[in-house]
DNA sequence: CGAGGCTGCGACATCATGCCTCAGGCCGTA
DNA sequence: TACGGCCTGAGGCATGATGTCGCAGCCTCG
């Protein structure tokens, strides 16, 4: 039977290439594109099956992606990857019509899992609720600064404001990895 | 015109009361209930426009709910609540059907934002356009805090270690800023 | 072209935080 | 009653985070 069909968007150099050997070995045929300009391009040429999307591409967002991955191939599988997770970005991925969304790092069964896999890595109804600890204050920051922005359409002078603390200090916090946990 | 109707599920009878009278004053038509149960028996009876879910219903999740109102009520807009926000149950939520969600603590102004929400660019009647400024992250964080120490019964050894802060630190927090804005 | 807004970033004084430590208080229990 | 275990307030210090200012580059709009 033939290769299952793999299109991977992702700028970072190292990491596509780990990833992509991973899933060869795997039996997957992989795709991979840089940008939404190379991804675009591919549109009409070859068929995919499933999509890993990291939602940081340099300076854009893969987000608007999906929307015309979903055209071309509705049965398509997106999977958003990202190493700046947050409950804001999430929402609108699944929202546009990815089908699951990860946080990195993350390794390669773990990716598989939520690509392929129906749920998550756990049966959401009871863990749900078992899960009951607070969020950290630093993951809340996080988090809070990530909606705002999102809704300040990414501009960072308007979100310190609104947020009142100072933009110089807004952009250090954004230029780190939000914490685990 | 009749009154927006919109369907409250919370089981923090607190919460729920203050959040009710908010919405009541700004002209919504409040029915509360507190469990899946309750809310199940509401389906046939009433007709909903909105929705506001809390995640944590005591022991269950009003996951499960999403997909029974959205079923008799096509049209209703559904944002999910929660002070145990993560990404797994975001995804899960709006996979479910949800419209939104969103991390407590949030106050009035941003949870009617993220209610209604979706309609942009609508010329809101201009009363309401006023000001949905997001809350600071200053005071965020207090009432975060306040929270979590009000869940353990004012142990701050114990809301240091749920909060994944320095207990020295947590100490001098509450000593200062009754945080004004 | 020029005004005005946004962005990234260096530098530096100042404040906040992490971390260790001590002393005292409160409770069960051996 | 003395002990271990847990909590609290507090001092001190090294280090990291933040507020402030400034500069240069990039857009966009008139």
Redo the contacts with the bound molecule.
């Keep these: 039977m033939d290769k299952t069909r793999l299109l991977l968007v992702e700028d970072d150099e190292v990491f596509a290439r780990v990833i992509s050997r991973a899933l060869q070995q795997r039996g997957y045929e992989i795709t991979h594109a840089q940008d939404q300009e190379q991804t675009l391009g591919l549109l009409g040429k070859a068929d995919f099956d499933y999509a890993i999307l990291d939602l940081n591409l340099g ?1 854009e967002t893969s987000l608007q992606l999906i929307p015309s991955l979903k055209q071309h191939y509705p049965a398509l599988k997106i999977l958003v990857l990202t190493g700046y997770a947050s409950i804001a970005t999430a929402v609108e991925a699944i929202k546009l019509g990815a089908d699951n969304y990860l946080a990195k790092p993350a390794d390669t069964d773990e990716i598989l899992a939520s690509l392929l896999g129906q749920s998550s890595s756990q049966p959401l109804p009871d863990s749900a609720a078992a899960k009951m600890e607070p969020m950290s204050v ?1 993951r809340l920051e996080w988090e809070h600064i990530q909606k705002v922005l999102m809704e300040n359409d ?8 609104q947020l009142k ?12 990895r939000p914490v685990a946990e």
């Design positions: 300076g630093r990414g501009n960072i002078s308007a979100t310190a404001r603390m100072h933009r110089r200090t807004l952009q250090r916090k954004l230029q780190k």
